[in-house]
């Protein structure tokens, strides 16, 4: 109904008082809202004003959050549906709502009768959410995050700032935090880069992939963001920027990397110690000395792969009816794919057969395996699941509302990219589940493979790690800690540590990669369903391209490779820069 002081929707967290706090008016107790605020950020605290309380215990309260936050969301519960005796709300908590909204930022949401917004007419920032069931309080969770685009009108006049037709619809993001700005502002031609739209279009014509998503940035602004073609070769859905797809490999660096750095800053995690230190249950194994910097370089002699589903498979080319079960149930909690659960002790099994798996010496080997380790030891050290540690850690705090692992828990399927239509293992489409199997029998949660995101909040992220892990004001990772992961640190590769590098002779190469302009400072990933994200620090410029390649019929479709496609676009970025 309101949004004056554009708290909504908030805002990730930009210095020392940007903690919000959330009181629950009316509540008896716990509730969906509370629970679901709690889960789109993670360091809310929350207050309950029950109907019981008296007006003696406003003023230390409303102290205590002025001191203690930077802005609060109330919310009103379990009042009347009925005007008589004031909806049935206290004079008491009308006075707390009246005061914090008068005295701090405030977001105040009605969860019931919007007749009763005639107490509340003066505030800033209100919402009307008329039920106070469990949907409805989850959806308003959503709204104020931004994860829900509100659709509704004010179906009555409440009172003179509030009229019939009344809604503001028109907001898509949490904060505007990346800049879009003409590209001539930062010293890059507009018109080179128009070549991105030719190259994307003879892409899809020629098959490489039936759509994609690409953005860029120079100097920390936005100045190239575009969808092009479809979900699949039906053309029955389109891109948008808004299209989240399977990031497949760069999980290891936008998931465990980053995690990997911001641990190794807080001193809790050192290069040079072993798996052993950290993980008891490779002890007694030729694993338990492979030292972390090794494994990070993909040079500790893990095999690169291990195709776990491979003895899941019945004979008759189907999952073990046993191990897998087409309906969740006591046993078979762990999703796989939609109609597939799997007995979750199976996951014991893969880790035993990485821990059993050959062992070679001291070479680089692109594996999987390494960050499958490396996953675990940030889950070890910080006593979180990675996916809850790098959602609180980088993505809350960054305002990255697409990025994360289990995509379908958040977004409706329509916004997911579909992969592949599997026929190996899972026999079907895969859409909104991991495209990776191995990372799928993990629960879809995995050092090497699982995240999902759109392409702009990629751009967020590789934009803090160009600015020397700082965003917003916030440092996330200290600059001379990105310098070091991905500055060359292998006398047998091209690796950083996580990062993927330019080849050391790319300049003389007949092949360079990832583009033939790209200096020694550049550090990023691909991913196997077609996706890529760049940072070249001289040129202070961020390269994110996502795509899926492998629709419909897995990793058979080379063309985004033998095409250059990758490599091409990133050529034209380096020649829309004047300076160059």
Request: with cysteine; aromatic share 10%.
């Amino acid at each position: 109904m309101r949004n004056d002081n554009k708290l909504v929707p908030f805002a990730p967290t930009v210095n020392n008082r940007s903690k919000v706090a959330v009181l629950a008016v009316g509540a008896d107790g716990n509730n969906t809202f509370l629970t679901a605020v709690k889960e789109m950020k993670s360091d809310v605290d929350t207050y309950i004003f029950s109907s019981r309380m008296t007006e003696a215990q406003i003023a230390p309260l409303v102290q205590r959050l002025k001191n203690e936050y930077a802005s609060v969301i109330v919310s009103l519960h379990n009042y009347s549906r009925r005007p008589a005796n004031n909806f049935g709300i206290s004079r008491s908590q009308r006075q707390m709502i009246n005061q914090l909204q008068q005295e701090m930022p405030t977001a105040t949401v009605l969860f019931g009768n919007p007749y009763a917004a005639k107490f509340f007419c003066d505030a800033s920032t209100i919402i009307a959410a008329y039920e106070d069931d469990s949907t409805t309080q989850r959806a308003a969770a959503e709204v104020l995050f931004g994860r829900l685009i509100p659709k509704g009108k004010l179906p009555v006049t409440v009172c003179p700032n509030f009229h019939f037709g009344d809604g503001i619809t028109e907001y898509a993001r949490p904060v505007t935090v990346l800049d879009e700005v003409t590209p001539e502002t930062v010293g890059m031609n507009s018109h080179t880069l128009l070549r991105i739209d030719s190259l994307a279009n003879d892409m899809i014509a020629k098959g490489a992939a039936p759509g994609c998503v690409i953005v860029a940035l120079k100097d920390g602004k936005l100045v190239y963001n575009k969808a092009f073609g479809h979900y699949d070769y039906s053309q029955r859905e389109a891109v948008t920027p808004q299209s989240i797809y399977d990031l497949a490999s760069v999980t290891k660096i936008c998931a465990t990397t980053i995690s990997v750095m911001r641990l190794y800053d807080e001193g809790r995690l050192s290069l040079d110690s072993t798996l052993g230190a950290y993980l008891p249950w490779t002890r007694g194994t030729d694993k338990e000395k492979l030292r972390i910097r090794d494994v990070l370089l993909h040079q500790a002699g893990l095999v690169s792969y291990i195709p776990f589903y491979k003895e899941t498979i019945a004979p008759n080319g189907y999952p073990d009816t046993l191990l897998y079960r087409p309906e969740q149930d006591s046993t078979h909690t762990l999703r796989v794919a939609e109609h597939l659960y799997m007995e979750p002790s199976f996951v014991d099994t893969m880790y035993k057969r990485i821990l059993t798996s050959r062992l070679g010496g001291r070479s680089y080997v692109y594996s999987d395996n390494d960050f499958i380790f490396l996953g675990k030891v940030v889950e070890q050290i910080t006593g979180k699941s990675l996916d809850h540690y790098v959602k609180e850690a980088f993505y809350d705090q960054l305002g990255m509302t697409t990025t994360g692992f289990q995509p379908r828990e958040r977004f409706p399927l329509t916004q997911i990219v579909p992969t592949e239509f599997e026929q190996n293992f899972r026999i079907q489409w895969i859409r909104g589940d991991v495209h990776d199997p191995g990372a799928a029998m993990f629960g879809g949660v995995a050092g090497h493979a699982g995240l999902f995101s759109d392409a702009y909040d990629l751009g967020i992220l590789m934009q803090m790690l160009a600015s020397g892990g700082s965003f917003n004001g916030v440092q996330y990772i200290k600059p001379e800690t990105i310098k070091l992961f991905s500055s060359y640190n292998s006398d047998i590769s091209r690796r950083g540590l996580g990062f993927d590098k330019p080849e050391k002779d790319n300049a003389t190469r007949k092949d360079p990669y990832p583009s033939k302009y790209a200096s020694p400072e550049v550090f990023g990933h691909t991913g196997f369903t077609g996706t890529c994200v760049w940072v070249d620090p001289k040129y202070n410029l961020v390269f994110v391209y996502l795509s899926n390649r492998v629709t419909p019929n897995g990793g058979a479709n080379t063309k985004i490779s033998s095409l250059n496609v990758r490599a091409n676009i990133m050529d034209v970025l380096y020649d829309a820069m004047a300076s160059r």
